[in-house]
């Protein structure tokens, strides 16, 4: 099953309503609530970057029995260094949103460390598209994480 | 009825009109209106008595315990929720714990005692030194039980960061039957509470296996009665519990009560949910602790008070600026130690939110729901009997409903029908 979000650029409160009906979806599904957690950080994340950084974008996710796959792409002004964003406390964000809260460098890094696969696509100038990928595992081993 | 699914929140079909006022204020979607009746889907409720509060009707009600189920017992004793003593004008503490007993009580052990207790114990928690489990930060208050059903039911990988200790009138409890009256029989322990969800705790219990608790009554039928045995100042002291404990009644109470810095209180159910996705996406890990009640104003909001939560945290804070300083009060009995105050059993999660057991078969019904969504008008007016589009679209891929309980798809499929005939 497929689920396509545009994510805006303005408006900052909107965000995180992809990660929201995403973990609603995988709940539905039966997801462990371990996997549900990392899809939900990692979809959270990646809409977060895509707002702050980008002016908004498309998050897609494709719902299958055993994994989940997300792509999030965006025409914003794509990442000069990418070995360096990936970089654990590393950050170009504005003071704006680093007084709400942001900033701190975490996206991507944070990403990585909650999906199973992982890859960036970027293009300085043209873009950015982060693509995902949480699998679910075997049967419900009981008791979450 | 079995334990697991017992609900203290219930409808009275005699009153209910069908509106649809409850299912658009159910924080878990888990009412739907069929046939002219509000039915509960008793897998989904967190008995946060939202819907009590809300039925223009007064169709929704707690079930608890009769004022009468004391008369069973040899020796009655009361334990209030600290809430009670805010709940009435111009009265001390003193004075309205001695209304219960002329009210046919023998004991009064007030649960803000026992909660002070659990103040120390969380305060164990946060430091690393309470013999429990080292906790993920940050640490969520399980002192409501809707909270802990919600956290349970739609944000399970929260579960882990649920401080695993015994809410404070169940320590009022234990205390009474296990240190102050310990191998007596017939003795008899009462909760006067403020809410629904802690008549459900007491009969299915999260985190341990059976209450202490011999009933429980709800403040607002013992209301007018103790109304009218409150009289003058009793000649001995009654009140023991510190500000330390009475605090936890309201809002940022058990922030006030752990002077903890670094946390962070938030009530009314939605702005709980609101917070649980925040941190379920990870946000506000350097937070040591998390005060979520799901009344406003905390239990002062219960859906079983009388007084406005506002005035009566008023007075609540009177009260604890009058009341005696932390242990001052002599203790009649040796308190428990903290080990005896964690949970016994591990809280699991319950998948009561998955359409089917079988994966594949629930992706194939999320594929139907999609296209039912499609063709719903979207205004989630409720008139079909489920909250939004999307339950109802749900409730049709589980087979409970019908697209043609949509009175727009009806009005568009009759119109249609007009025109075949003509």
Redesign the interface.
Known sequence: ?KLRFEVGGEDFSLA?KA??EL???L?????E??Q??RA??AM??AEINMVIHAGGGIAEAE???DRVSMVLSDSGPGIPDLELAMTEGWSTATDYYREL?FGAGMGLP?IKR?VDEMSVETSVGKGTRVSMVVR?GGPPA???? | MSAELFHSVRLDPEKCVGCTTCIKHCPTEAIRVRDGRARIIEERCIDCGECIRVCPHGAKRAVSDPISIIDGFRHKVAVPAPTLVSQFDRAGVDQILSGLLKLGFDEVFEVAEAAELVTTATKALIGGGSGARDMPRPIISSACPAVVRLVRL?F??L??HLAPILPPMEVAARIVKQRIHAGEEGVGVFFITPCAGKVTVTRSPLGYACSALDGVIGLRDIYLPLRAAIGEEPPERLARASRLGLEWARNEGEADSLGEPNSISVDGIGNVIALL?EL????LRDLDYVEALACPAGCLGGPLTVENPYVAKARLRKLEAEAPPSGASPRPYEPPSLQALLWTE?L??R?A?????D??K??K???EI?ETIAGLPGLDCGACGSPTCRALA?DIALGKASVFDCVLRMRERLREISEELR
């Open positions: 099953m995180g990660s929201s973990k609603r979806a709940g539905q599904l039966g997801v609530p371990e549900v957690r939900a950080v959270y994340e719902i299958l029995a809260g944070n909650n679910f009981g008791g979450g994480s | 739609r399970p990988s579960l882990r996705e379920e996406n990870g946000k591990d699991r999660a998948g939110l998955a359409l089917d057991p994966s594949n629930a992706l019904m999320m594929e999609e749900e």
